[in-house]
Structures are given as structure tokens and as C-alpha cells.
């Protein structure tokens, strides 16, 4: 596995500090320290690629920051675009290949973030859980995915999704350091509201339970893809540790800590998890709760043997949840152009 970039020589960039550690460092160089606060004001307000964007600060001071204290963790390292989604490739200094995705729909341009090299859940039919678990991102590469996204493309993503590579609450710390970056506003931070921030998650309950007491006003996406514990423990081996009941317990915490609805998210599978009866299961553990069931129709992933159910046996298992009053969206997958389900660029890239 790979460190976590930690190299003495590494010169530190400039997310990875607090605005106290910039300022430290301007002051050592003889600069006042409010340049600190006028180049993560820029930073957080305006989205650039490079120092050449950061354009209230002197070209000569631009060239010491850039030869000393990098503006970012990542380094571009490719990416895809199609007409609804950009897929972006990031590497690390530790080499570690992240991937990141920007999403758009009618009024709305989403950044899909990951938050670890690889993941541990391992879930059988996603291309990420294939590739096995690398290492948590710091929160400081986790922001970088957001801001070389905004400042690369041109476009500032109004909703930020952690639901790119590896499972958010294993790396609750660091995650959760980030979203309080994206969610405070400049200087401090992206100005994104809360409700406008979603974790995904496969269904951790201690995470959960901690989440709730956060005190921020957080979407929250679980992952359940099965209403029944054997099917579920087949398809997401790290639930055999959390049962479908003690995963449903944490949740509706949540919901009563914070107020806030709660979505399931659901891969369709084809003669694994798509019938009626699973169906029915689904809407009576759903039902009395304040959620929304969002149904995703499996997206192909090279070397994953499960298949798309048809047309009619998704609208047929949504018509099931409704009548058990679970408000049911189908997700018509976005970016598949562009190969957007998690980790099948990076797969792409290390083969």
C-alpha cells in the first residue's frame, strides 16, 4: 500500500495549509501576512488552474509560491468528456491515480468526488471494489479534485457528491475535514452549502451515527442494493458486519438528529435483485420514513459478469415502491459516455 505522501522533502502546497500556516510563511518571506488571505480569497472565489490565474498577487510572487509552495496536491493526468459528464484523472505525488467527475443536468453541474486510492468495501459489480484498497485521500487532495476541476474546466459546480472512489465514512476524518473547507465561505472555504453536499455511503452505521451529530445540514445517500441480508452480504461484503436492521436504525437517526430526508440509492441487477418480491421487501423497509428511493440501473463495468435489467422490470419494481408511498426516482445514467462509473479510467489507465 502507499503512504500518504508525507515526504519531508516535499515541498507542502498551498491547500494543504490553514490560512495561519500560509500567513506564517508569507511573513518568512517578508511578505505581509494578509497575502495569505488574498490568494485563498482568489482561490476559493474565482477557480484557477495554475498560479498564472492568480492574478492579485505579483508575477515574481507567483513564481516563488509555484517553485516553493505548489498551488496543489494533484497533477492532471487525463480525462474524457462527453456531453453530459467530464471525467478527470488526477495523480498523486505518491503516483496513486484518483479519478473525479463533473455531471451536468438542466440548471446543475455536479463534482463527483472520491475519497480514497481504491476501496474496501468491495462491491462485486463496481470497477472500483475490483481494483482493491490503496490508501485514504488527505482532505487537502479531496479539495484539490473540487477546485482543478472548477479552475481546468472553466465552471464552478454548484453540488458536490462523494460518490467517486472508495466509501466516505472509512475515511470519515479527512472527509469531513474537506466538506467544512467546500461548505465555509471564502476565505475560508468554497461557500457551497451543506445542502448542496452529499455523502454516499454503502451503509456504516458508526459513520452514520457520528455524521448525524456534525451539526451540518448534509445530504446523506445510502447504498442498500438489497432489502434482505443475504443478498446484500453477496453483493457489498463489508455489510456482513452491518445488517440491513442495525444500517436502518443508524439512518433513521440521522433523519431525526438533522431533519433531513434521506435517499436509497439501488443498483438494478438483473436476476439478482430486480424482482417484484425484492420489490415489495424493499417498500416495507422503506415505508413510514422519510426517504426517496433512487433506482440505478446497472452501467457496464469490463470484467463484471451482471447485466442491465430491461426497461420494463425497472419501471415494474418503481411501480411496486410507489405503492408502498416510497417517492421513486430511476436514475438515467449520466456520463456513460465518458465511462463515468467509479474507477474505470483509472482500471484504463494502470492496465
Known amino acids: 500500500m502507499r503512504g500518504m505522501n508525507d515526504s519531508a522533502t516535499a515541498p507542502r502546497s498551498v491547500t494543504a495549509m490553514t490560512e495561519d500556516e500560509l500567513a506564517a510563511l508569507f511573513k518568512g ?6 497575502r495569505a488571505t488574498q490568494l485563498r480569497e482568489f482561490l476559493f472565489r474565482k477557480g484557477v488552474a495554475s498560479y498564472e490565474g492568480v492574478t492579485n498577487i505579483s508575477k ?8 516553493e509552495a505548489p498551488l496543489y496536491e ?16 488526477w495523480k498523486a505525488r505518491d503516483g496513486a491515480l484518483i479519478e473525479s467527475v463533473q455531471i451536468r443536468v438542466p440548471g446543475r453541474l455536479t463534482s463527483c468526488l472520491s475519497s480514497q486510492v481504491g476501496c474496501a468495501m468491495g462491491c462485486v459489480f463496481c470497477a472500483t ?51 467544512r473547507v467546500l461548505n465555509a465561505p471564502p476565505p475560508k472555504g468554497c461557500g457551497i452549502g451543506a445542502r448542496r453536499i452529499t455523502i454516499s455511503t454503502v451503509g456504516i452505521p458508526p459513520g452514520i451515527k457520528r455524521l448525524a451529530g456534525e451539526q451540518l445540514q448534509l445530504e446523506l445517500a445510502v447504498s442498500l442494493h438489497a432489502p434482505d441480508d443475504e443478498t446484500r452480504a453477496r453483493l457489498i461484503p463489508v455489510s456482513k458486519r ?24 439501488y443498483v438494478l441487477l438483473a436476476g439478482v435483485n430486480d424482482s417484484e418480491a425484492q420489490a415489495r421487501d424493499l417498500g416495507g423497509l422503506l415505508q413510514d420514513h422519510p426517504c426517496k428511493a433512487n ?20 419501471e415494474r419494481f ?5 405503492r408502498f408511498h416510497v417517492p421513486t426516482t430511476i436514475r438515467f445514467s449520466k456520463g456513460r459516455s465518458v465511462d463515468a462509473a467509479c474507477g474505470q479510467l483509472r482500471r484504463r489507465s494502470l492496465a
Open 29 to 34: 518571506w517578508g511578505e505581509p501576512a494578509f
Open 60 to 67: 515574481k510572487l507567483r513564481e516563488r509560491l509555484a517553485a
Open 74 to 89: 494533484l497533477a492532471y493526468a487525463g480525462g474524457t468528456a462527453g456531453d453530459d459528464a467530464h471525467k478527470w484523472l
Open 129 to 179: 471494489g475490483l481494483s482493491g484498497f490503496e490508501r485514504h485521500l488527505r482532505a487537502s487532495e479531496i479539495l484539490d479534485e473540487y477546485l482543478q476541476m472548477w479552475g481546468r474546466s472553466g465552471e464552478h459546480s454548484s453540488h458536490v457528491v462523494f460518490m467517486g472512489m472508495g466509501e466516505p465514512l472509512h475515511n470519515y476524518d479527512e472527509v469531513i475535514k474537506a466538506i
Open 242 to 265: 452491518y445488517p440491513i436492521k442495525e444500517v436502518m436504525e443508524s439512518v433513521r437517526e440521522f433523519s431525526r438528529k438533522t431533519r433531513r430526508m434521506v435517499t436509497y440509492e
Open 295 to 314: 433506482l440505478i440501473p446497472f452501467n457496464a463495468v469490463e470484467g463484471v459478469p451482471y447485466k442491465r435489467p430491461e426497461l420494463e422490470a425497472q
Open 318 to 322: 418503481k411501480a411496486v415502491l410507489e
